[in-house]
């Protein structure tokens, strides 16, 4: 921690140097060497918001060139679907990387078990509309075989 | 071990063709910032880590630069998908179609092949770490490359989450080499 802050004053007198030679592009909030983040579950994006980001954390996100996410607009029902699928597990995933850095946060943790939990149920009810997006699915019952259906990952037709 | 979950971490669905578009992508594909010479690094790194947190960040991150490598391998295979030799031809894929027609082949946007001593290892694991930061940086300015590089949406809002990750990754390698250097500091090492 004292470490972290020395290194840090120093690179705040220099951020404010180096956005006055920086046009039009703000790079800078993710290289602040005094940001310690302690994240509140509450000051999260929500699991969507954070998808769009690719990023859960509101104080670490930092845009280039575009002026605002792009919103997903599924082509169907079931890319509608899949998009719950993918915004959940987003969620976790990257509050999983959070933990990893900081197993002892509590409330981070509840808050990961809640997107899990979240995830797990928009998987099932894809997977029962849909057909598996993972091979120990119980859609894999099915009959015929129906792992190898379309769509694939890397389609888009 | 690894399972394979049967989508795209972020969703890409590229209408309009660009073979051009593709060739520079291509480099976030087999080049040497790009996703796999990461996941690479980074799987290579976990075995020596000196404790559990950082055998977790660099498993679970290595494992998500994976899933990048599919995404950019979508982007690639979606923007050439459909385009004749003629076009290839005219995109300065020339090469590329008479050696891999469309298949997909890890290179850097130039042509060379991916190359193993993109992946950096040091035997210590400080400087294992700050590789990864500095991998990090180097992805986020080359997708910032890429942006500049179009106009398409399709193309823009995956490398717009791509460059995101590059920022949210190099926080937790920060966070991981800032614990170390703390624990050594109180061993007084």
């Not at chain 1, 099932?124 to 119980?138: A, L, M, N, R």
């Not at chain 2, 690094?41 to 490598?69: C, F, N, S, W």
Request: glycine residues 6%.
């Amino acid at each position: 921690m004292n470490y972290s802050e020395n290194c840090y004053e120093d690179q705040n007198r220099n951020m404010t140097a180096m956005k006055n030679t920086m046009t039009g592009v703000n790079n800078n909030n993710f290289n602040k060497c005094n940001y310690i983040q302690q994240a509140a579950p509450a000051d999260l994006y929500d699991a969507y918001a954070g998808f769009i980001r690719g990023n859960m954390f509101p104080d670490l996100y930092n845009q280039y060139k575009i002026s605002r996410p792009f919103e997903i607009e599924p082509m169907n029902e079931q890319a509608g679907m899949l998009t719950y699928v993918d915004a959940y597990c987003f969620g976790a995933h990257d509050i999983n990387l959070y933990l990893d850095t900081h197993p002892n946060d509590r409330a981070m943790i509840e808050l990961y078990n809640q997107y899990r939990i979240e995830s797990e149920n928009a998987l099932k009810q894809y997977e029962k509309k849909f057909g598996p997006i993972t091979v120990d699915s119980e859609s894999t019952m099915a009959f015929p075989w129906d792992w190898n259906n379309s769509p694939w990952p890397w389609e888009n037709k | 071990m690894w399972k394979y979950v049967k989508k795209l971490q972020y969703p890409v669905n590229i209408k309009k063709k660009d073979p051009k578009l593709a060739k520079y992508i291509l480099t976030q594909y087999g080049g040497p910032a790009g996703e796999l010479a990461a996941a690479w690094q980074y799987l290579d790194q976990r075995y020596t880590m000196p404790d559990d947190r950082g055998k977790a960040l660099l498993t679970d991150i290595g494992t998500e630069e994976l899933a990048h490598v599919e995404i950019i391998s979508t982007m690639i295979y979606q923007l050439m998908d459909g385009v004749t030799p003629e076009e290839l031809k005219a995109a300065g894929m020339g090469e590329q179609y008479a050696q891999f027609g469309t298949d997909l082949f890890p290179s850097d946007s130039f042509g060379n092949p991916f190359n193993m001593t993109y992946i950096k290892l040091a035997g210590d694991y400080i400087a294992n770490i700050e590789s990864n930061m500095g991998a990090e940086q180097r992805a986020r300015a080359t997708y910032e490359h890429l942006m500049d590089l179009t106009n398409d949406p399709d193309v823009l809002a995956p490398l717009s989450f791509l460059r995101e990750r590059e920022i949210v990754h190099y926080q937790r390698f920060k966070e991981l080499r800032n614990y170390y250097l703390e624990q050594k500091e109180k061993a007084g090492k």
